[in-house]
């Protein structure tokens, strides 16, 4: 049973009676109302994720996947704008509350690898699967606990601890994703 229906089947409760209502996880005050991926960050500040803009797209081997008729590794470097993210969390474990955007079944978090003036992750055919529909390295995934809260809202956080990097929220594929980077904890 996938974690998601797992954790939709825990919403129920036994309450007295024997009757069994819904209990939806508590979503911090003051959500904003349209489609987005949102972050909360302190008493009452959100901060809505964006879009990263991609640079370029490499693919290598597409003469062999193509005379192999797929049977050969098809690689593709995509290429973002810009050395980091401008959403900075402090947060190495953050919850992400989605909001119209995807489907809560394709959302996984890829860290990205840091160039000069770009950020940038490969991707490939051999590594494609129903969970990671765009083939990103094993190395470069986070599996996230996605938990829905209504028809319309979800919410998102990785079961391990990202470090910090540059990453993006990705609904599938890297067209649909949303940029983010983790700053280094203060001491």
């Known amino acids: 049973m996938s974690s998601i229906r797992v954790t939709q089947a825990l919403y129920f409760l036994l ?5 069994a209502i819904a209990q939806e996880p508590a979503v911090p005050g ?3 109302s349209g489609a987005g991926v949102y972050y909360h960050q302190g008493e009452a500040t959100w901060i809505a ?3 990263p803009v991609m640079a370029a797209t490499k693919t290598e081997g597409m003469e062999h996947f ?3 008729r797929g049977w050969s590794n098809l690689s593709r470097t995509i290429v973002f704008e810009g050395a980091a993210a401008a959403i900075r ?7 992400f509350y989605v909001r119209d955007i995807g489907s809560a079944q394709d959302v996984l978090i890829a860290q990205l ?3 000069k003036d770009t950020r940038e992750i490969q991707a490939s055919s051999t590594n494609a699967s129903v969970n990671n529909k765009e083939g990103f390295k094993r190395g470069r995934i986070y599996r996230v606990t996605a938990i829905a809260l209504s028809k319309e809202l979800y919410s998102v956080t990785p079961e391990q601890t990202l470090k910090p990097g540059e990453y993006l929220l990705v609904f599938g594929h890297a067209e649909t994703s949303f940029e983010f980077g983790v700053q280094a904890r203060s001491r």
Do not use: E, F, Q, W
């Open 49 to 51: 994720l964006t879009r």
């Open 15 to 19: 309450v007295s009676g024997g009757a």
């Open 66 to 68: 193509l005379d192999t």
């Open 113 to 115: 690898t840091r160039k």
């Open 30 to 32: 003051n959500l904003p």
């Open 89 to 95: 969390i402090p947060d190495p474990k953050p919850t």
